[in-house]
């Protein structure tokens, strides 16, 4: 069975730091394009950041460019992303999301359950 | 950035009718749109993709369409474990990948 299990989430002051961590199982991880995507309770989805299955090219959305950095080690089946000067916008459920192939590189069809992140004071 | 617009926000339905759900692209999109099923207290689940294509489990009474700016799940027969929020995503023009807002589905 393919699981993603996210950890690391916790309550933090704004200008704060946290790691999340993804950790993947029942597949070959260093073949899937990973995700973060990020949701306030009761609100939408926002695609956060993606990396690739070598670990190439990250990208982000603009809110985090410069504070967020994803990262990941395929010999640990684990992706990370690493949140600094944290803001209050910040805040929400964390999910990892991944996929393979033609259709689950840009949709991810995996998802953990998601770790909370709160920014606040 | 693609700014994705779904319609609408809320759709109140009974069992065995069909439901319609509009998501409207600030831009033409090539055939990169997706569509998802959340429940509440669930991640996200990948009912569609590429416009037209179901993702492996996805019944067939789900069903996409659309082009350009304009795009349509339709879920031909509901049953009441349909409720739930639908989400288009698109990847046509990336980074960002956005997602629309949100249609919330209620079975009577």
């Known amino acids: 069975e393919i699981q993603f299990v996210e950890s690391g989430g916790g309550l933090v002051q704004p200008g704060g730091s946290l790691r999340l961590s993804c950790a993947g199982s029942g597949f070959t991880f260093g073949a899937y394009w990973m995700h973060w995507v990020r949701q306030v309770p009761g609100k939408g989805l926002v695609w956060v950041s993606h990396?690739?299955?070598?670990?190439?090219?990250?990208t982000y959305t603009d809110s985090v460019k410069g504070r967020f950095t994803i990262s990941r080690d395929n010999a640990r089946s684990t992706m990370y992303l690493q949140m600094n000067s944290l803001r209050a916008e910040d805040s929400g459920m964390y999910f990892c999301g991944g996929g393979t192939g033609v259709r689950g590189v840009h949709y991810p069809e995996y998802w953990g359950r998601g770790t909370l992140v709160t920014v606040s004071s | 950035e693609v700014v994705l617009t779904q319609s609408p926000a809320t759709l109140s339905l009974s069992p065995g009718e069909r439901a319609t759900l509009s998501c409207r692209a600030s831009?033409?999109?090539?055939?990169?749109l997706a569509w998802y099923q959340q429940k509440p207290g669930q991640p996200p689940r990948l009912l569609i993709y590429?416009?037209?294509n179901r993702a492996p489990g996805t019944p067939a009474r789900f069903s996409g369409s659309g082009s350009g700016t304009d795009f349509i799940l339709t879920i031909s027969s509901l049953e009441p474990g349909d409720s739930a929020v639908y989400y288009c995503?698109?990847?046509?023009?990336?980074?960002?990948?956005?997602f629309g807002q949100g249609t919330k589905l209620e079975i009577k």
């Open positions: 995503q698109q990847h046509s023009n990336w980074p960002p990948y956005t």
């Open positions: 990396i690739e299955s070598d670990g190439r090219n990250p």
């Open positions: 831009q033409t999109l090539s055939s990169y």
């Open positions: 590429d416009v037209y």
